[in-house]
């Protein structure tokens, strides 16, 4: 069995047995952020406070992409999820073959594989679609 590693440190982690982004808040502003950071970038606040994020978001923008990168064989799709917690993040999107992608719809977190790297399997946070209207 391969060693599961995250394509990096501190950005998910697995919570009561289901994965969650970890974000923090700005305890002076208020300002949510991911991932995780030790200033502020709105006020320079230093004092942060940890937070899960939601799993749920709705698709901002996305694009198929026709070029291969180190990873990932074309075609596949990346865009921005919009989390209730008023902040966007950028991800894979898997799943769009069997559900077309159109702005506004619900995706859900997904962690999973993301490549081999030799004995180790690379995961990290995807969103697909949800099931859930």
């Excluded at 995780?36 to 992409?65: A, H, P, Q, W």
Aim: aromatic share 10%.
């Amino acid at each position: 069995m391969k060693t599961r590693i995250p394509f990096r440190e501190g950005l998910i982690e697995e919570v009561s047995g289901k994965w969650v982004m970890k974000g923090c808040r700005c305890k002076q502003c208020g300002k949510i952020v991911y991932p995780i950071r030790k200033v502020c970038l709105n006020c320079l606040n230093r004092e942060m406070e940890r937070l899960d994020l939601s799993r749920n978001g709705k698709l901002y923008s996305f694009t198929i992409v026709h070029m291969p990168s180190e990873h990932f064989q074309p075609p596949y799709a990346i865009g921005w999820i919009e989390l209730p917690e008023g902040i966007r993040v950028f991800s894979q999107i898997r799943g769009w073959q069997e559900h077309p992608l159109k702005t506004g719809m619900n995706m859900e977190l997904v962690v999973e594989k993301l490549w081999d790297e030799g004995e180790k399997e690379v995961i990290g946070y995807t969103f697909r679609p949800s099931t859930i209207s």
